[in-house]
């Protein structure tokens, strides 16, 4: 297992924004959905590709590796196949990107970098039924804060909404019992599946966003005082 130092949300959201603004400054600015792909090939000139990751697991998503700068992304996530996958195939990218953001210089550092070069085995490989280790927790928090982030989603929700949040249990309630639901994830609700088309993100991933940021409640607010 690699180890790598404790990150904080908002050290992992700096990181974030400060690859958000080098971009910007080399390329003009963005709006969403946040150009990941060009990210990743035009400002940091890593290598990517479509591929089939399963020799390394039959639950493999992506891969990275640091020693050559190249990422992949499972075929079963390809979006031009799978329209519907658009979603898990941009966060599972910007989950990579996140590895070589936060984690290449620690693991360079302390020699873990180097274990796969021979065999030509990726540093990292990104499992869909992982247990969510630290360095994978990280990279999801980089991938959630560069492609939603914190600014131009408050934007996109005042455009939408207004300024209040949207308290969200009646409708949960609903979808659970009309859907079902797993003890894992709520349903998703309608106004994160309104926010991720513009983002092109998961209505999931837009919903864990949405709560994160206070924008949507799963829970009663708290009766007043007085």
């Known amino acids: 297992m690699l180890t790598v130092k404790f990150l904080s949300e908002g050290q992992i ?3 974030a924004m400060q690859l958000m ?19 990743l ?6 290598s990517f590709g479509i591929e089939d990751l399963r020799e390394y697991g039959p639950d493999v998503l992506g891969a990275t590796w640091l020693q050559t700068g190249r990422v992949a992304v499972d075929q079963s996530l390809d979006p031009s196949t799978f329209p519907d996958k658009e979603g898990r195939y941009r966060f599972t990218l910007a989950h990579e990107l996140g590895h070589f953001e936060l984690h290449a210089h620690q693991l360079r550092d302390n020699g873990q970098a180097t274990l796969f070069t021979e065999s030509n085995h990726p540093t990292i490989v990104c499992r869909s039924s ?63 599946r309104d926010m991720a088309d513009h983002f092109a993100v998961s ?7 949405l709560e994160t940021l206070g924008l949507i409640r799963t829970k009663p607010a708290e009766p007043e005082l007085f």
């Open 41 to 46: 090939e035009c400002h940091l000139g890593l």
């Open 130 to 192: 992982a247990k969510r280790e630290p360095i994978e927790w990280q990279a999801d928090q980089f991938a959630a804060q560069l492609l939603m982030p914190r600014e131009m989603v408050y934007t996109y929700w005042r455009e939408l909404f207004g300024d209040r949040p949207y308290v969200a249990v009646d409708e949960i309630a609903r979808l659970s019992e009309r859907f079902g639901s797993t003890n894992r994830k709520a349903p998703t609700v309608s106004v994160a």
């Open 203 to 209: 209505g999931q991933a837009m919903q864990i966003r």
């Open 21 to 39: 603004a080098g971009h910007v400054a080399k390329f003009g600015p963005v709006s969403p959905p946040v150009p990941v792909d060009e990210i």
């Open 13 to 15: 959201e700096k990181a």
